[in-house]
Antibody, heavy 126, light 109 residues
């Protein structure tokens, strides 16, 4: 079945970096954009950016520009999100989510994020 | 910059009742770009509606979406016990970016 499996929980100190992985299975990894979304404790959902697994092209939310890097390894159908210069308010659950929109329709229609990883808890604490 | 405002913040209803959740955009949004998600505690969000009114695969027909311009609505016709959760609207915007509303908590009365 189609699924996204994320790496395990991380505890980091302020100023450090964290890299979360998201392994896709059950579908053609390069056929769908991948988003990263985070959720701070008790808060709502926050979009961080996306990566086109086919080209490696990325688009980051302005808030995270300069601190986030999204990459992929097509040989193992895995996407990565690295966040640097961590602060305490980066403590959150980080999700990867597949964009169901066909690439040809991007900008014309949005089919939503139809498959989500289980989430990775990142705790930033001194 | 578009802002999505969901109301009410919390909605208290009983099973069997009808739920109406609102998502208002600060400027006009194409209905093609509006989605709704459900999130239960400790779980990842689940896609309910895309294109403002199309149900995602496997979503029961008691869930429906409507609206255009700046006002969008998610309606649950008859609440089932498993429907009590937090609901988020989401907009795909330009330049390519995505934005979530702050969420509506649907709780059992």
């Amino acid at each position: 079945q189609v699924q996204l499996v994320q790496s395990g929980a991380e505890v980091k100190k302020p100023g450090a970096s964290v890299k979360v992985s998201c392994k896709a299975s059950g579908y053609t990894f390069t056929g769908y954009y991948m988003h990263w979304v985070r959720q701070a404790p008790g808060q709502g959902l926050e979009w961080m950016g996306w990566i086109n697994p086919n080209s490696g092209g990325t688009n980051y939310a302005q808030k995270f520009q300069g601190r986030v890097t999204m990459t992929r390894d097509t040989s193992i159908s895995t996407a990565y999100m690295e966040l640097s210069r961590l602060r305490s308010d980066d403590t959150a659950v980080y999700y990867c989510a597949r964009d169901r929109t066909p690439e040809l329709l991007l900008g014309y229609y949005y089919y939503g994020m139809d498959v989500w990883g289980q989430g990775t808890t990142v705790t930033v604490s001194s | 910059e578009i802002v999505l405002t969901q109301s009410p913040g919390t909605l208290s209803l009983s099973p069997g009742e009808r739920a109406t959740l609102s998502c208002r955009a600060s400027q006009s949004v194409s209905s093609s770009y509006l989605a709704w998600y459900q999130q239960k505690p400790g779980q990842a969000p689940r896609l309910l509606i895309y294109g403002a009114s199309s149900r995602a695969t496997g979503i029961p027909d008691r869930f429906s979406g409507s609206g255009s311009g700046t006002d969008f609505t998610l309606t649950i016709s008859r609440l089932e016990p498993e429907d009590f959760a937090v609901y988020y609207c989401q907009q795909y915007g330009s330049p390519p970016s995505l934005l979530f509303g702050q969420g509506t908590r649907l709780e059992i009365k």
